[in-house]
């Protein structure tokens, strides 16, 4: 089970943390987390993802502005999203996968791996 939370209102510019909060039956440093977002008439799409040994990998729309950290004591994903943008708007999903290869964060951030557990999203809203 993963559940997000941290989602909200904020203006061009701000900022937001979204945390996403780990099943205890899952071991941070057996399992890759990886944040999506869908905005509305859009296909969801992979943000950052983080390995299991705590590297970190971004899509280029969020290179620069979105951090990705991990408080594997609390269970906790984070994702620190700064200079948010209109285009940033969306559910932010976060998922979870047994770790098995080591391109696996690549692979998910191109679409190219099926998560096998998700959280049931948080919305974020950027509008001024």
């Known amino acids: 089970e993963l559940v997000e939370s941290g989602g909200g209102l904020v203006q061009p510019g701000g900022s937001l943390k979204l945390s996403c909060k780990v099943s205890?039956?899952?071991?941070?440093?057996?399992?890759?987390i990886a944040w999506f977002r869908q905005a509305p008439g859009k296909e969801r799409e992979g943000v950052s993802c983080?390995?299991?040994?705590?590297?970190?990998y971004y899509a280029d729309s969020v290179k620069g502005r979105f951090t990705i950290s991990r408080d594997d004591a609390m269970k906790t994903v984070y994702l620190q999203m700064n200079s948010l943008e209109l285009e940033d708007a969306g559910v932010y999903y976060c998922?979870?996968?047994?770790?098995?290869?080591?391109?696996?964060?690549?692979?998910?951030?191109?679409?190219?791996?099926?998560?096998?557990?998700w959280g049931k999203g948080t919305l974020v809203t950027v509008s001024s």
């Open positions: 205890t039956l899952m071991d941070l440093n057996d399992y890759i």
């Open positions: 983080s390995s299991s040994d705590s590297t970190s």
């Open positions: 998922a979870g996968d047994p770790a098995a290869v080591q391109a696996q964060c690549l692979m998910t951030l191109r679409g190219f791996n099926d998560m096998n557990y």
